[in-house]
Nanobody
């Protein structure tokens, strides 16, 4: 069974930085697209950033220029470098991989458990 484990969340002051990680474990044949989402209290879960298997990236307007998504295919890991953090970035951040466990398997989406990021002075 594949699991995604997130780390790197915490409390940071406005203007500060954090780096989130999302590592996959278990049976993994290939990973296609990777995503970061976030969900603020009382709000819907929103897409923050996407990175394709080829390394192309897309960001939401709210984080463009401040956040950087990256991946290490050898480690089955994705990262989110978050700079110039604002109080409105406070949320639970979730990772999602589109992946397949075996060569004969179909691609499916797997979610991480979420990590809390709090931006406050």
């Amino acid at each position: 069974q594949v699991q995604l484990v997130e780390s790197g969340g915490g409390l940071v002051q406005p203007g500060g930085s954090l780096r989130l990680s999302c590592a996959a474990s278990g049976s993994i044949f290939s990973i296609n697209t990777m995503n970061w989402y976030r969900q603020a209290p009382g709000k819907e879960r929103d897409l923050v950033a996407t990175i394709t298997s080829g390394g192309s990236t897309v960001y939401s307007d709210s984080v463009k220029g401040r956040f950087t998504i990256s991946r290490d295919n050898a480690k089955n890991t994705m990262y989110l470098q978050m700079n110039s953090l604002k109080p409105e970035d406070t949320a639970v951040y979730y990772c999602k991989f589109n992946m397949r466990a075996y060569v004969w398997a179909t691609f499916r989406e797997v979610w991480g458990q979420g990590t809390l990021v709090t931006v406050s002075s």
